[in-house]
């Protein structure tokens, strides 16, 4: 494999912490309330033929899912907001709540990640990741809290982002594996009909979050899982979560011009799923856990994702100026215009709104020139 150099792997990380600015970004979608457990996010940004900017996410409110669904609401509904000013501001046009996405399944007791994905033919699928009240496999029901369920990824269809109907609701990838038991936050690596679909697991005893590749070869076709783990979770800041959010290409100019083609991995990292004590006289640094983790990178041979080598090894990059730090769920548009970034960053409040900032093609330049 051809690995960056030293001098193009610096430009990447300059690159990188213009697009993912913690100061330059603005708030386009706050959550419900400005109080620590309310955040919107985790989907992504996409363009149509007209220009029109289509944003999904979840709202969620405050809950903790490692101690059941007694503790709070938790995710609250799916969203999906319309742009038609280039990204400088967003409508609510969609709202799914749990009682739309039931269905014909067993109940939703809570909603996080989701991607919206367009199809060769014009039309729209959007993938959501529920929580349903679902038991454990009986020889694990112990580790089951009460309350609680078993994650999963359903898609909807439709002509249009704001057509996708509900009654389309189809499960579309879940696992009965100990070891990743549940299966959510999708994440497009590959649009289109025979998509590759980025997604989360979570074992049964939720000690650890992990990345995993499912495939398709066209868009009536189930998903298959072609890797559980894509990526190793770290050795470092990193070890506990190893979530993949997003992605984007590497940009072939300037110093960058030579290297050779490849991707770019947004991921979510943490210490541990819960808060770690610090020891007093330790070094004193942002850890990471559940529902506040930090904000990594990768970068992989085109086509190879699973060979991703981070560029993250020791701490993570991108912090937020408040609160426990919080920089997750970031997702990359790229458009003719420029890159545009999105993801959940903690405020001083303790809410996580979704944030964004764009850096247009000419700067993207000016960066990469020297």
Same mark, same amino acid.
């Given at each position: ?16 912490? #213009? ?15 400005? =109080? ?14 007209? *220009?029109?900017?289509?944003? @999904? ?48 399944? $067993? ?51 439709? $002509? ?19 070891? $990743? ?32 590749? &499912? ?20 050795? @470092?800041?990193?070890? $506990?979560?190893?979530? @993949? ?16 083609? *490849? ?6 990292? &943490? ?15 942002? =850890? ?19 060979? #991703?080598?981070?560029?993250? &090894?020791? #701490? ?8 426990? =730090?919080?920089?997750?769920? @970031? ?40």
């Amino acid at each position: 494999m051809n690995d960056l150099n030293n001098v193009q792997q610096a430009a990447v990380l300059k690159l990188l912490h #213009a697009l993912i600015d913690q100061d330059a970004a603005r708030v386009i979608v706050p959550a419900y309330e400005p =109080r620590a457990g309310f955040w919107f996010g985790g989907g992504n940004l996409t363009e149509d033929d007209a *220009g029109t900017l289509w944003l @999904v996410g979840r709202y969620r409110n405050f809950g903790d899912s490692r101690t059941g669904l007694g503790a709070g609401e938790r995710g609250l509904e799916c969203a999906l907001f319309r742009s038609t000013d280039r990204g400088a501001s967003f409508e609510k046009v969609r709202r799914w709540s749990k009682t739309d996405l039931t269905g014909d399944y $067993a109940e939703v007791l809570s909603i996080e990640g989701t991607a919206l994905n367009r199809l060769g033919d014009g039309s729209w699928e959007l993938f959501v990741s529920t929580e349903r009240a679902r038991d454990y496999p009986e020889e694990y029901a112990g580790y089951q809290k009460p309350g609680t369920g078993v994650w999963g990824i359903e898609r909807l269809r439709g $002509a249009s982002p704001d057509t996708l109907d509900a009654t389309t609701l189809q499960s579309v990838l879940d696992s009965n594996t100990p070891e $990743a038991l549940h299966v959510k936050d999708p994440s497009i690596l590959t649009s289109g009909d025979a998509a590759e679909l980025i997604f989360c697991s979570h074992p049964i005893s939720w000690a650890s979050s992990n990345t995993g590749l &499912a495939t398709r070869a066209s868009a009536d076709e189930q998903l298959t899982v072609r890797s559980w783990q894509l990526v190793p979770r770290g050795t @470092v800041w990193d070890v $506990a979560v190893t979530r @993949v959010t997003g992605s984007m290409h590497l940009p072939r100019s300037g110093v960058l011009a030579d290297a050779p083609a *490849g991707t770019i991995l947004f991921y979510d990292g &943490a210490e541990s799923l819960r808060q770690l004590d610090e020891n007093p006289n330790a070094l004193k640094r942002p =850890r990471g856990f559940s529902c506040e983790e930090l904000g990594g990178a990768m970068w992989a041979p085109q086509g190879v994702p699973g060979a #991703a080598q981070r560029l993250s &090894a020791t #701490a993570p990059l991108f912090l937020s100026p408040h609160g426990f =730090r919080t920089s997750r769920y @970031v997702n990359v548009l790229e458009t003719a215009d420029g890159l545009r970034a999105i993801w959940q960053q903690s405020q001083p409040d303790g809410s996580q709104p979704l944030v964004m900032n764009e850096l247009p093609s000419s700067e993207v330049t000016e960066i990469l020139a020297s």
